[in-house]
């Protein structure tokens, strides 16, 4: 299975977290490799950006372009490896209740702006911030090559789970998107939990159709 990967290092279990996001804002956190990173959206209809970095060096990061190219798509799937910009896999999804996300569109402004300051609370300085993996984000790419957003389907505690493969630092942001119709408005709160074992994160919701 594609959780299976990799195995923590050998001795004592890294920190586990559990944070909640508030609307408006962005959280960051460490991941470490082989750890289990969930996103939630507990009130649904928010779409969730995330961004990461490794920890060895800032200048690589989480790539959703490069991801593209790499897994030959724009869709995220059970097995589908994310790549940083120097084509390295840093995370592979696991459990996704959703199927619905997003590697094509930018960060809005207000991401931007609330991840930055962000970073700057935890200490962190990196060199640029990239564009963000959309979680809950339904944009379809049409025939005619138009990208179709709509509003996020995301129910109520929906989640999407990867494994880290690399150990990262993690920011995490809910807030409205440069689409008015893509996320909800005023933006709700997510919730972030890092486990080191599967069987301790919460049940999923059935995958939605």
Same mark, same amino acid.
């Given at each position: 299975?594609? @959780? $299976? *990967?990799?195995?923590? #290092? ?8 559990? %944070?909640?996001?508030? &609307?408006? +804002? ?76 997003? @590697? $094509? *569109?930018?960060?809005? #402004? ?8 962000? %970073?700057?609370?935890? &200490?962190? +300085? ?78 999923? *919701?059935?995958?939605?159709?």
């Amino acid at each position: 299975m594609p @959780l $299976l *990967l990799i195995e923590p #290092d050998q001795g004592p279990p890294p920190p586990e977290t559990d %944070l909640e996001v508030q &609307g408006g +804002t962005a959280v960051t956190l460490m991941v470490r490799r082989g750890q289990m990173l969930a996103i939630e959206a507990p009130d649904g209809g928010q779409v969730a950006s995330l961004f990461a970095w490794t920890t060895a060096d800032p200048a690589e990061w989480l790539s959703p372009h490069h991801t593209r190219v790499f897994g030959g798509t724009f869709l995220l799937r059970m097995g589908t490896r994310l790549v940083t910009n120097r084509r390295r896999p840093i995370f592979v999804v696991g459990r996704d209740s959703l199927r619905r996300h997003d @590697l $094509l *569109l930018p960060a809005s #402004d207000e991401t931007v702006a609330v991840i930055q300051a962000g %970073l700057a609370a935890a &200490g962190l +300085t990196v060199p640029r911030i990239p564009d963000p993996v959309n979680l809950f984000m339904d944009a379809r790419l049409a025939e005619d090559g138009r990208i179709d957003v709509r509003r996020s389907p995301a129910r109520p505690l929906e989640r999407w789970t990867v494994r880290a493969l690399i150990d990262a630092h993690v920011a995490v942001a809910a807030t409205r998107t440069g689409i008015a119709e893509a996320s909800a408005d005023p933006p709700r709160r997510l919730r972030v939990i890092v486990r080191n074992e599967v069987a301790d994160l919460p049940p999923d *919701l059935p995958l939605a159709t």
